[in-house]
């Protein structure tokens, strides 16, 4: 079937320590993004990539990094620069235009800071 | 500033109580309204799109509705699997402009 694969499900990161959560979809959609989730806030838009090899900043890129060398995977680095990285994070991809059923999302990386 | 806001925060219903769930966006120029049911702990689902004032879209005891300023998502009778967050989403441009969510609990 296919989908959208984000590992790790729980992820804990130490002061300073830069983490990387991956993202992997196999539906050949060409567009990609990255979301993170608090509780009682709307998702926030962190970076997105509507084809490969190029990625534009969302509402609250500060502190994160992304990449796109392929097609399928949109891997987000969480530098040391993020002063509040704790969250859930989601990744989602859609065909160019978002067409009718909007985004498909991965199940989530919780990240925790300890 | 474009945004979307969603009311109640959270409803608690009984099992066959029905109830609606209100979603209003202030965005020009939308290109569509989206709602998404998300479990605990996973990504959210792709429930109805909606394009236009005056369009509805139905699915089991779900109904979405939508006006130039609010959409509607209906429960009627509600079991317990209906509980989750539903979100709602306004596309325009490119991107999406996501609410906070409605936690719906619905009891046995």
């Known amino acids: 079937d296919g989908g959208i694969t984000q590992s790790p499900k729980y992820l804990f990161r130490k002061e300073g320590q830069n983490v990387t959560l991956s993202c992997e979809q196999n539906?050949?959609?060409?567009?990609m993004y990255w979301y993170r989730q608090d509780p009682g806030q709307g998702l926030r838009l962190i970076y997105y990539?509507?084809?490969?090899?190029?990625?534009q900043k969302g509402d609250i890129a500060e502190g994160y990094s992304v990449s796109r060398e392929k097609k399928e995977s949109f891997p987000l680095t969480v530098t040391s620069a993020q002063k509040n990285p704790t969250a859930f994070y989601l990744c989602?991809?859609?065909?160019?235009?978002?067409?009718?059923?909007?985004?498909?999302f991965g199940s989530g990386t919780r990240l925790t800071v300890v | 500033e474009d945004q979307v806001t969603q009311s109640p925060e959270a409803l608690r219903l009984q099992e066959g109580e029905s109830s609606s769930l209100n979603c209003s966006y202030t965005?020009?120029?939308?290109?569509?309204l989206f709602w998404y049911r998300q479990d605990p702990g996973k990504g959210p689902e792709f429930l109805f799109t909606?394009?236009?004032a005056g369009e509805e879209k139905e699915k089991e005891r779900l109904k979405a509705t939508l006006t130039k300023k609010e959409s509607f998502l209906h429960i009627t009778a509600p079991k317990p699997e209906d509980s989750a967050t539903y979100l709602c989403?306004?596309?325009?441009?490119?991107?999406?402009?996501f609410g906070p969510g409605t936690r719906l609990s619905v009891l046995p």
């Open positions: 989602a991809s859609s065909t160019s235009g978002q067409g009718a059923r909007g985004y498909t």
């Open positions: 539906l050949n959609h060409d567009a």
């Open positions: 990539s509507q084809i490969v090899n190029d990625f």
């Open positions: 965005v020009s120029g939308l290109r569509g």
């Open positions: 909606l394009y236009s």
């Open positions: 989403a306004s596309h325009y441009g490119q991107n999406f402009v």
